[in-house]
């Protein structure tokens, strides 16, 4: 829910006006004293901005505000007064009671541009403290560090130490499960930025619409339901780093804007007119061939460039066999811990993922150790049997079946490329059509289009 703006008098003809001067542009929530306001604050109601008029009973404004300081100091004040408490109003502001104030009789016009303001200074505010928030989530959720570092992935290490000082724009290549997720925030990690915000977006989950508001952020009014202000991830991420995964998702309008960011660096949000600058640093992830689509004109060359500029390319597990027991003991030592069980790892077991060849690269061993703790008692030593795959043991085991049998993988394709084709006879023929009927961007139903080879 949008932060609403909170307007506090104990006149109802000034309520009645602050609404009607404001309700098209913020969402509004009234008061008629000083005691309902801290009501509505403490059952939890979402408040971007406190507005206050001084002279009220039983509690002035300024006493109200002093309240709110101490309990919610995130929460811009503003002071509506008249000119001869300004003595009480400056104190107030020295003693960092009150952030603004306006002088009474105030102006629609100027004290919008005041709530506004206010209102986007607790917004920047608060997308600062999530991000913090998901780093520390994410620390304590996920295994730390990139392990291999030391071993399969030595050249990777060096490369990052050499590109993380630099501000450049490094585009992370890999197939899915890698950890290009985790490449990203050791760049971040390890720049001069690392104690400002780190920004994830998933540019697949977002259709284009939802994008363009979620990357760039929209005033009030921008399109239905756009009651106020959204700080998007850009601003979010100012100062510090921006991570676009998936970038080969999304489609030629975001590329358009996205290329303007990195080029001047600076945009308007969704609806706005307003020019805003930023001081980021822009990395990307995906795990297409972008040079094909740039070949097939679904992915602008001129973005490509501006993305490509630093190519960090993480191999896949099958590549660097050395990793996998060292990547499986820190994953069942987490897990372990998570779940309170200690746990080992036998021998034989080593050899079962040793001989497994990880389609799901990182993430696939991941999801197999935590199934496996999941599962086992407490104290105890995982044997192969212990160990569920997602396809065929052992190549050796493969090659011994007389007739291959396919794996769950070519299951999934065959079954996903039928809804394609049943989508598109619906759709008689048109790809665009299909696309909507699935839910798909065009770009990401072209994509699979190629790779099931459905003409």
């Known amino acids: 829910m949008e932060p609403a703006i909170l307007y506090v ?23 008629d004293s000083g005691p309902r306001a801290l009501e509505l604050l ?28 101490e309990r919610w100091p995130s929460i811009p004040r503003m002071l509506l007064t008249a000119y001869s408490d300004r003595e009480l109003l400056f104190q107030a502001i020295e003693l960092g009671k009150v952030h603004d104030y306006v002088l009474k009789p105030w102006h629609a016009e ?41 071993g399969g992935l030595s050249a990777l290490d060096g490369l990052l130490s050499r590109v993380a000082p630099s501000d450049s724009t490094v585009m992370i290549r890999g197939e899915s499960g890698t950890g290009k997720e985790l490449v990203a925030r050791e760049i971040h990690r ?27 952020g929209h005033e009030a009014g921008a399109f239905t339901g756009a009651k106020g202000v959204r700080i998007g991830r850009f601003e979010q991420a100012n100062g510090g780093t921006l991570f676009l995964d998936e970038i080969g998702d999304i489609s030629a309008a975001v590329q358009v804007r996205l290329l303007r960011v990195l080029q001047e660096r600076e945009f308007e949000r969704v609806g706005g007119s307003r020019t805003l600058k930023l ?20 992915f602008r060359q001129d973005l490509f460039f501006r993305l490509n500029v630093v190519p960090v390319t993480v191999v896949p597990l099958r590549a660097r066999p050395g990793d996998v027991a060292a990547l499986a003991r820190h994953f069942l030592a987490h897990f372990g811990r998570e779940l309170a069980k200690p746990l080992e790892l036998s021998p034989a077991a080593l050899d079962a993922l040793a001989a497994y060849d990880w389609p799901g690269n990182v993430r696939e061993l991941r999801n197999v150790i935590e199934r496996a703790v999941v599962l086992a008692d407490p104290g105890g030593v995982l044997e192969p049997d212990d160990l ?18 396919p794996s769950i993988f070519d299951e999934i394709a ?36 190629r790779k099931l080879a459905i003409r």
């Open 110 to 150: 100027e004290l919008g541009l005041r709530l506004r303001a206010a209102l986007e200074l607790f917004l920047r505010e608060q997308a600062l403290v999530r991000a913090a928030a998901e780093r520390d989530e994410l620390r304590q959720r996920e295994p730390s560090g990139i392990v291999g570092l030391d």
């Open 414 to 449: 065959q079954a996903e490329a039928e809804r394609i084709r049943a989508a598109l006879r619906e759709a008689g023929g048109s790809k665009a059509r299909a696309a909507r009927l699935l839910g798909l961007p065009r770009t990401t139903l072209n994509d699979r289009l």
């Open 42 to 69: 403490e059952a939890g109601e979402s408040v971007g901005v406190l507005v206050s008029d001084q002279r009220m009973s039983p509690m002035t404004g300024i006493e109200l505000l002093t309240r709110a300081a």
């Open 9 to 31: 008098d104990d006149e109802r003809a000034n309520l009645d006006l602050f609404v009607r001067s404001f309700d098209e542009q913020f969402r509004v929530l009234v008061a």
């Open 190 to 216: 390890r720049s001069r930025r690392a104690e400002r915000p780190f920004v994830r977006v998933n540019c697949a989950a977002f259709a284009e619409g939802l994008l363009e508001s979620e990357l760039f």
């Open 388 to 405: 569920s795959f997602d396809l065929a043991l052992t190549s050796a085991a493969a090659s011994a079946s007389a007739a291959p049998h």
């Open 279 to 298: 001081d980021i640093r822009v990395l990307s992830a995906t795990h297409r061939e972008l040079e094909a689509m740039v070949r097939a004109g679904t």
